[in-house]
């Protein structure tokens, strides 16, 4: 079996033998190169052609937020991101990093002694050899202004007129792999006065969400937190779903379930859409964006069959189109829309709905 390629950009001696000695145990990788700076591993690039990169985010001279900036720029390679603590400074950098086109991150493996050594070292491995078969690109739009070839995928697109006259009462966004950049575009796009209160369920390690609901809170415009059971959901905030546990949406309150992972997932974006379907029907807007695998397919097309509105992230767009892929093949989309479309399209069909509703 062919090795995956790696490459570590870390400035530590001692880490970059440890790293080197962890990803050398894994059968699946092989380190092809280790650079202390950044200038040096985009000097290597070219030479090595890693498969995935190692990147340490605290470097001498160019940090590893710009060197992800360069990296995806003018040599897209998938990079995961290993940072120092998951409560510092760091996370806030790594974050940051996801949103220039880093795809994951996970906490720098501790020494061989440590209780979480083990876990920690195997959490890397796995991100490396996963994220390694992601094909990243360069961007070659704008987001902001620009608009990508459009690809109808065959789905028809909706009237909003043509839906039931209840208005919506909450949207469920679901996202994994490039989920973080993909969130924070579709949340500024909504803007501070959309009226529905957001679920969220974002695939992400469990030592960095509380960091990322805090980097989210601080970088769109809307309050972030961690759902907390019992709470009702209320206009302007956005509830993350807790740490290894399912977000369920139950009389108009959150409840949790710790209950057997959903497609190899716990929080599920299935589950929270399918109590969304079960207690909202249509009055719930579902949203599936960029994410390996298909979790939230099933759930969005519980949404799509209870009458609920329910859009993908279109092929144009998402970092990897695994999520929004298996929704679209089993029926559950009602619209498959570029990224920096469906922040504009929710806004229309919830003024839609509050339309209809005052004409009645």
Known sequence: MKKIRVMIVEDSPVVQQFLEHIINQDPRLEVVAVASTAEKALGLMSQVSPAVISMDIRLPGMNG???????????????????????????????????????????????????????????????LAIMSQVKVVRQRWSR?????????????????????????????????TGGPSAVLKLLGDLGPHFPLPIALVQHMSEGFLSGFASWLDGACPFRVTIAEEGERPAQGTVYLAPANQHLCLER?????????PVSSQRPSGTVLLRSMAKNLGSRALGVLLTGMGDDGAAGL????????????????????????????????????????????????????????????
Not at 95 to 114: D, F, N, Q, R
Not at 252 to 260: E, H, I, L, M, P
Not at 318 to 341: D, F, K, N, T
């Open 252 to 260: 108009g309150s959150w409840r949790f379930d710790a209950g057997d």
């Open 65 to 127: 937020l710009k060197a992800t900036q360069h990296i995806m720029r003018e040599q897209p390679t998938p990079i995961v991101v290993v940072a120092g603590s998951v409560t510092s400074e760091d996370l806030q950098i790594s974050m940051s990093a996801l949103c220039y086109g880093a795809l994951a991150v996970v906490e720098k493996p501790v020494g061989t002694t440590h209780q979480d050594y083990q876990a920690l070292a195997t959490q890397l491995c796995t991100q």
């Open 301 to 360: 097309k519980a949404l799509h069959d209870a009458g609920g509105y329910t859009i993908a992230e279109d092929v144009s767009t998402a970092v990897v189109y695994g999520m929004p892929g298996a929704a679209v093949r089993i029926g559950a989309v009602r619209e498959s829309l570029p990224l920096h479309r469906i922040g504009n399209r929710l806004k229309q069909l919830v003024a839609a709905q509050q339309e209809l509703s005052h004409a009645k």
């Open 144 to 176: 902001d202004s620009g608009e990508p070839p459009s690809k109808a995928n065959g789905i028809q697109m909706a009237n909003p007129a043509l839906q039931d006259s209840n208005s919506y009462e909450q949207l469920g966004i679901v996202a994994s």
